[in-house]
């Protein structure tokens, strides 16, 4: 079984900031990754109802990390379970997990990647195009090759050869379109 992917907004990192959100659908689990800032929540809401779906749909929020950026818009999501590097969160209940592994759905995963940040964490879709990994360890297919936030550069090269070893079809990153990576992709 796969699910399927679909880039709702893609990010960019200049003058003015966006996270690049992204809708993942696996049977009942419908998930959004990093709904943070963007010009327009309609960027976000909007693509959705193409899918069929209404924010109340969404089952899963994942943030890669806890910067607004990934973060600021996650309320528009109503019913959703929230993920991060330790805990799910819904409601007033906070669940006490570790992400390394844990599974949304048969084709989506949690991995824990520091690097952008030291709590960063992946999302691992096995989707018709193949593995498709969902990170903030590339801001863009264009770089910077070296993160400028990234607390620990030997961290983020780690997380990088981890994620690149795992031989994905694509990466979506932070803040920019889905790419291939190939032997120039930055580690």
Known sequence: MTASFHVLTTGYADTRVAGTVTLLVDDATVAVVD???????????????PHGLAPEDVTDVIFSHHHPDHTLNAALFPEA????????????????????????SSSI?????????????????????????????????????????????????AAREKVLALGPALIVPGHGAPFVPSSSTPL
Do not use: C, K
């Open 35 to 49: 709904p943070g800032m963007v010009a327009d929540r309609r960027l976000i809401l909007d693509p959705l109802a």
């Open 81 to 104: 379970r929230f993920h991060d590097h330790m805990a799910i969160y819904q409601d007033d209940v906070w669940e006490d997990r570790n992400a390394d592994g844990y599974r949304l």
């Open 109 to 157: 995963t949690l991995m824990t990647t520091p690097g952008h940040t030291a709590e960063d964490v992946s999302t691992l879709v096995t989707a018709d195009e193949g593995l498709v990994v969902l990170t903030h360890l590339w801001w863009t297919a264009e770089g910077p090759a070296d993160d400028p936030f990234a607390p620990d550069r030997d961290q983020l090269r």
